[in-house]
């Protein structure tokens, strides 16, 4: 099989993997809707902000970013706490629920399906694919940057 052809195998079956292995939580779970796991997803890169300093980052009204995070602070994924270094001043900042919450949001693989369907296979045939993805990715890492942009046809 030449290049090409087994990179589009290649595609395919990942495609493949990743519709059977994705992450689904329960019915009834909560879910963060996608505006919040963006705004704590910002967070946890930004560090603590104050509602101003949210407002600039995305671009919205400090009313607009006071009500978000009253909502969030509502279903305990963030709170407020006093900055150290000037107490006038009080930063927002992911609770340990919110931390879970955005951890559960960002996973795309279960965990739990794949080990179901790797407890059919041998230590020796799992390692094996590991270590070939990781070597897949190693040589990822060793093309140009300018080379990686995707030409594929729309």
């Given at each position: 099989m030449n290049d090409e052809r087994s990179a589009e195998r290649?595609?395919?079956?990942?495609?493949?993997?990743?519709?059977?292995?994705?992450?689904?939580?329960?019915?009834?779970?909560?879910l963060p809707s996608p505006e919040t796991v963006a705004f704590?997803?910002?967070?946890?890169k930004a560090g603590p902000l104050t509602v101003g300093e949210a407002a600039i980052h995305f671009r919205r009204s400090?009313?607009?970013?006071?009500?978000?995070?009253?909502?969030?602070?509502?279903?305990e994924l963030v709170e407020r706490f006093p900055d150290e270094r000037?107490?006038?001043?009080?930063?927002?900042?992911?609770?340990?629920?919110?931390?879970?919450?955005?951890?559960?949001?960002?996973?795309?693989?279960?965990?739990?399906r794949i080990e179901r369907a790797w407890a059919t296979w041998d230590e020796?045939?799992?390692?094996?694919?590991l270590t070939r993805l990781e070597q897949l990715l190693e040589a990822a890492d060793s093309i140009p940057q300018?080379?990686?942009?995707?030409?594929d046809p729309m």
């Open positions: 290649f595609v395919t079956l990942f495609h493949q993997i990743f519709l059977q292995f994705h992450h689904r939580d329960p019915p009834g779970t909560y704590l997803e910002h967070l946890s400090q009313s607009t970013i006071s009500e978000i995070v009253a909502r969030l602070e509502g279903r000037d107490r006038r001043r009080s930063l927002v900042w992911l609770t340990p629920t919110g931390l879970d919450a955005l951890g559960r949001a960002q996973r795309i693989l279960s965990v739990r020796a045939r799992r390692s094996d694919l300018e080379e990686m942009n995707d030409d």
